[in-house]
């Protein structure tokens, strides 16, 4: 439980920091990281597929691609954020954690959630038999991802005379 | 087992609280997509947590997992849009964009 708890603190206080650093660099490695306790999370919560994912797929790829894109349009007069704006956040963050305290306890015993049973099988008969409408989406998704970026990168005719 | 359940949406909620925040007060782009990522990690943990805490820990993996799979595949795309935008702008704040209404 103590673990847990310290994993999930790190998961908070990490996303707290992606969005209240000043470089957008850091913030995105402090994205990197608490990726990496969510990863560990998912290991510790029986669920070690999904904490292989997390921490190679968001941890890893996306922080490469966060960071291209950081690089890619870094200029000197950067967008100005309100100052208010962080520093009225932690006001707002106790005020909802306190709300988040009372209402979550009463919240879980009125809401119906699933119904607590035990599976069988092994996860890989869960995701191809049970999950393969959600294979066939995945691929479907992952496609349409590769053509949007291919056709947002395409060169236009302006693109062709400027390069000439 | 309720107060792990607890314990696990109650973090769940905080980080979808500080990807809203951010949300709806910060002006860069690359900022407001960060706080995206931060709300889908939260309903990622909500998602295993709920699994593990019901039995159901396997059918949870194979949502979570398809859930990173669309979730790069949307940062893949909106990133490649930042980048147009930022080429045509030469800035990267959202309220330039306001610009673009008829």
């Known amino acids: 439980m103590v673990i847990q708890i310290i994993l999930l603190c790190g998961l908070v206080i990490f996303s707290g920091l992606a969005i209240l650093l000043r470089d957008l660099i850091k913030a995105a490695l402090s994205l990197a990281v608490a990726s990496l306790f969510l990863g560990l999370i998912f290991f510790r919560l029986g669920a070690p597929y999904a904490g292989v994912f997390e921490i190679s797929v968001v941890a890893g790829l996306i922080t490469v691609l966060f960071a291209l894109t950081i690089a890619l349009t870094k200029k000197e007069d950067e967008v100005q954020e309100n100052r208010l704006v962080k520093v009225i956040f932690p006001l707002f963050f106790i005020l909802f954690l306190v709300i988040d305290g009372l209402v979550m306890k009463s919240l879980l015993t009125k809401v119906p959630a699933l119904p607590s049973a035990p599976e069988g099988g092994s996860f890989g008969l869960v995701l191809w038999k049970q999950r393969t409408f959600d294979l066939v989406a995945q691929v479907g998704v992952i496609f349409a991802g590769v053509l949007a970026v291919l056709a947002l990168f395409r060169k236009t005719g302006k693109d062709e005379e400027k390069d000439e | ?102």
């Open chain 2, 1 to 102: 087992m309720s107060n792990l359940w607890f314990l696990y949406l109650f973090f769940s909620a905080l980080l979808i609280f500080i990807g809203l925040y951010c949300l709806l007060t910060m002006r860069n782009l690359i900022r407001l997509f960060i706080a995206v990522e931060i709300i889908s990690k939260g309903v990622s943990l909500a998602i295993v947590a709920t699994g593990a805490v019901k039995n159901s820990v396997l059918l949870a993996q194979s949502l979570a997992i398809t859930y990173i799979v669309v979730e790069v595949s949307l940062v893949a795309t909106a990133l490649a849009l930042i980048i147009n935008i930022y080429k045509k702008n030469k800035s990267l704040d959202v309220r330039i964009l306001s610009k673009l209404k008829g």
